[in-house]
């Protein structure tokens, strides 16, 4: 187990997102939880992370460990607001960014002849910025041109004058030897002083445009990040936190503020990472083991696939298209749509719902804070969905008539009314995300009937049941706190740490590759980055895969392989491992080609602890708090219950059409369905007679 000090009793997750920044707390020893939520502060993360601690009336001295996840580099890529980043790459390969891969979306700007990739149109690194150096590594590892250090160092000059602040290294073939990149960045070590400078030797595998992506995304947000990592660690100790701050990542697990801040890029969406966290937690504890997961807070909505209870992980992942950075982390996809986003009418007359989002500031118009423009939360206002005095706890009452008069603005146009714009938009917006899912699932060869629906974050239980409606799935679960579900998957997450390596050979027993030795060295590497982080070797979990294809492809694929040495005996297993891989993805396998393994990886992971399980208590009093006008399927009910939640007693039927609200979040049951609260308070709605219940 990771070292903690166990005299403190609490554990807290800190989830700050584009809107709201969520924690949650749980005491180690009984299970009680607390949570808050406060509007993100933009520009000042840290100053609503310490406000949102402030508000669980936690004193900071009894905590134990903070898990953090946060926005502040994604924020920074999206928006173009990064730090200046000069490119050193091998000569002739400056260019590598804008040509990427040679293909283009598919879409609205297929056929679109003045379309520009994203990274020309808002580079991360300026062309005039990116300097092509005399070296060549080999497709063997071996040098073919030695490292012209001079011309590193009159590179470093131009930088210096330039004013650039951080510097990203990634030169051709460096994943099999780093001696030219090592030994640059050393020049520049030396010639700029303060600059960020990084190597692709955070993540040395093979792909050359990804890899650059990943180094220059790094540079990029590096400076960002580890800034605002500085500022909270230091606002933390002057208000009282003794504890331990851990940094979620990518590929799913935490780590140390040192260690992660060695490569900031791995932190770059660790909010959404920590919601998969979660469910897979819940996955395992509540039986339900095949889940799509859906997570709708203010700006977006991310989702992902968990079959048996296992983290889905993907070696690739796009920023925005032509920014695909490759490193082992967990697949989430995400749509532009939030409680926040927009509701407008584009350019050919079409009612569209996002991807732009009123965000925290100004927020929806109902907010009152100035927001004019209509969102799904002003239209969620209108049909009932979300009672204007429960909001957020009663800690902001919703403005109904700001709401209508901003949905006016865009009904009027359409010869709609006020109601039936809302009801439009509410289902819009179901559809969307009923579509990011199907593309994580559906695409995939994935039967959505053996799935349920996990919603989670403030908005998705609102929209949950709709969308699985559209998806034709029969169950949607609603964990507890699911406003701060994902400040709670922070806290189930262990201690983990990932590497790889690219040997670019073929799969077989003939002597020339020692498999097992390759794994071995990796796990030896993981092994030592964790023990750093406190953890005890005899506590660590090793995870293998390999990266292979056919040979003559361009494309592999990632397959875990399991525990055990790698002999002659377990190669022969490993190749028709591949093969049937193959089959079952592709519909072919092909035996007579030879399989390439591209890279090898290791992964190691380390416990926490474990948390004590929830049990859910109803409260005293009548669970029905008031019977509301509620528009669902352009159907108005006039007398719809609405139920307070910790109310609500265990395995008690809600049949629908309902709302059962809770501090930060509503769910909506539609008629034809039934909800109830199992004992560890996890909320289940079913289609009526899918369980036995009857209409």
């Keep these: ?285 509540a039986g339900d083991r095949n889940l799509l997961t859906m997570d709708m807070g203010g700006t977006s909505t991310d989702v992902a696939a968990i079959r048996d209870a296992t983290t889905p992980m993907t070696d690739t992942w796009a920023v925005e298209f032509g920014l695909t950075m490759t490193m082992p982390v967990v697949d989430v996809g995400s749509v532009g749509s939030g409680a926040g986003s927009i509701v407008h009418i584009d350019s050919v007359g079409t009612l569209r719902v996002g991807p732009e989002s009123a965000g925290s500031v100004p927020g929806p118009a109902c907010y009152g804070r100035g927001g004019e423009r209509p969102t799904l939360t002003d239209a969620c206002v209108v049909l009932g969905i979300l009672q204007p005095d429960l909001f957020a706890g009663g800690a902001l009452t919703l403005d109904v008539e700001k709401a209508r008069a901003a949905l006016k603005t865009v009904a009027d146009p359409l010869g709609m009314s006020v109601e039936e714009l809302a009801d439009g938009a509410y289902r819009l917006a179901c559809s969307d995300v009923a579509g990011s899912i199907r593309s994580i699932s559906t695409y995939r060869g994935l039967d959505l009937r053996e799935f349920g629906l996990l919603a989670f974050g403030s908005a998705g239980p609102m929209i949950a049941h709709q969308v699985a409606r559209e998806l034709g799935v029969d169950k949607v679960v609603v964990p507890q706190a699911p406003g701060e579900f994902s400040a709670f998957g922070l806290l189930t997450s262990d201690l983990r740490v990932s590497t790889a ?72 297993q490993l190749i028709g491992q591949v093969h049937d891989f193959y089959q079952q993805r592709y519909g072919f396998s092909a035996e007579e080609l030879p399989i390439i393994v591209t890279t090898v990886e290791v992964t190691g992971r380390a416990p926490r602890g474990t948390l004590p399980q929830h049990v859910s208590h109803a409260g005293e009093g009548d669970p029905v708090l008031r019977r509301a006008a509620v528009r669902l399927d352009g159907v108005t009910h006039e007398s719809a219950p609405v139920y307070r939640r910790e109310l609500l007693p265990v395995d008690e039927r809600v049949p629908g059409p309902a709302l059962i609200v809770e501090d930060y979040a509503t769910t909506v049951v539609h008629a034809g369905s039934t909800a109830t609260q199992d004992a560890a308070g996890i909320l289940r709605i079913v289609t009526d007679g899918k369980d036995g219940h009857s209409a």
């Design 1 to 285: 187990m990771a070292n903690s000090d166990a005299t403190l009793p609490w554990w807290v997750g800190v989830d700050v997102g584009g809107t709201f920044t969520d924690v949650i707390a749980m005491h180690r020893h009984t299970g009680e939880t607390r949570d808050h939520k406060v509007l993100t502060t933009r520009g000042r993360l840290e100053d609503g992370v310490l406000a949102a601690l402030t508000g669980l009336d936690i004193p900071l001295g009894e905590i134990a460990e903070i898990v953090h996840g946060h926005t502040a580099g994604i924020n920074a890529v999206l928006s173009r607001q990064g730090s200046s980043v000069a490119l050193l790459a091998t000569e002739g390969h400056r260019d590598l960014l804008d040509i990427g891969r040679m293909d283009r979306e598919f879409g609205p700007n297929f056929y679109d002849p003045t379309w520009l990739r994203p990274h020309q149109e808002r580079p991360v690194a300026r062309r005039r910025h990116r300097y092509g150096i005399r070296e060549r590594i080999g497709w063997d590892g071996a040098e073919v041109v030695a490292l012209d250090e001079d011309q590193v160092r009159e590179v470093a000059g131009r930088i210096r004058d330039a004013g650039i602040e951080s510097v990203a290294i990634c030169f051709l073939n460096s994943y099999l030897n780093q001696s030219h990149e090592q030994r640059a960045a050393r020049i520049l070590r030396e010639e700029l002083p303060g600059v960020y400078i990084q190597t692709s030797e955070i993540y040395p595998v093979t792909k050359e445009h990804e890899r650059t992506v990943t180094v220059a995304l790094d540079a990029y947000v590096g400076p960002i990040v580890t800034t605002y990592l500085n500022r909270l660690e230091g606002a933390l100790a002057e208000a009282g936190f003794g504890g331990t701050l851990w940094m979620m990542t990518m590929n799913g697990g935490v780590g140390s503020v040192a260690e992660t801040s060695k490569a900031p890029v791995f932190q770059l969406v660790s909010g959404p990472v920590g919601g998969v966290a979660g469910s897979v937690d819940l996955a395992r504890a």
């Design 501 to 572: 390596r690219s040997p670019m050979t073929v799969l077989s027993t003939d002597g020339g590759t020692d498999w097992e030795g390759l794994f071995t060295e990796l796990e030896e590497q993981v092994a030592s980055s964790l023990g750093t982080q406190g953890a005890a070797k005899e506590d660590i979990v090793f995870e293998r895969a390999i990266f292979a294809m056919y040979s003559g492809q361009t494309w592999d694929n990632r397959l875990d392989i399991g525990p055990g040495e790698i002999d002659d005996v377990r190669v022969k």
